[in-house]
């Protein structure tokens, strides 16, 4: 039996590129969203949310129009000099990005809103700007919120198939992530590849639960401590 690690290698590299881009990008917008009253709260996180109950192929198909040459991002793309984005490594990350982004800022944001205004009105009668009051305060305060989103992001990255499928198709060494490679070994009848890697794919998933309830016992031990003082 001969097992190709590729797809594990690609999968763990857009997992972690995935997560990476959205801790940079969905901790403003969980931020915002805790902070603001403005009336677009509901529209954005009804729209950061709309992943949730999305069907995957959907998603990936309005992706695939959006990213390909005829689509607005794909001329923008190609006019750039980039080309375009569908059936590249490239393309994944965006589409990752886009699919896991609830699973990273609904945590962050639920964290950011326990945090209360008192921490960052203390901090800012000791003339801390709100730059400061943010990295400061809110961010080591709201961290377990941030470990929590990171680990689910990157979780859900590495579980996808319907999206990766739909904009990357299967296209070794580019787009053959872990979730193709098991569907291509059960057409191919090769149960025991399939076996392995899926077999490895449930120790994660209990990996992550796991980590996940240790998180969230934290958390709770650390809002008891703060009732306490």
Known sequence: ?????APLWLTLKLAS???????VVGTPIAWWLSQTRSRMKQVVATLVALPLVLPPTVLGFYLLLLLGPAGPIGKLTDALGLGTL????????VGSVIYSM???VQPVHNAF????SRPLEVAATLRASPLNRFFSVAVPLALPGLLSGAILAF?????????ILMIGGNIPGETKVLSIAIYDHVESLEWTQAH???GGMVLFSFLVVLSMNLLGQRMRQIGQDRVST
């Open 113 to 116: 809103e326990a945090i209360g």
């Open 1 to 5: 039996m001969t097992l190709d690690l």
């Open 86 to 93: 569908p059936f590249t490594f490239a393309g994944l990350v």
């Open 102 to 104: 609830p699973f990273l």
């Open 155 to 163: 979780a859900h990255t590495v579980g996808e198939f319907g999206v």
């Open 196 to 198: 392995w890697l899926a």
């Open 17 to 23: 590129l995935t997560t990476a881009l959205l801790l």
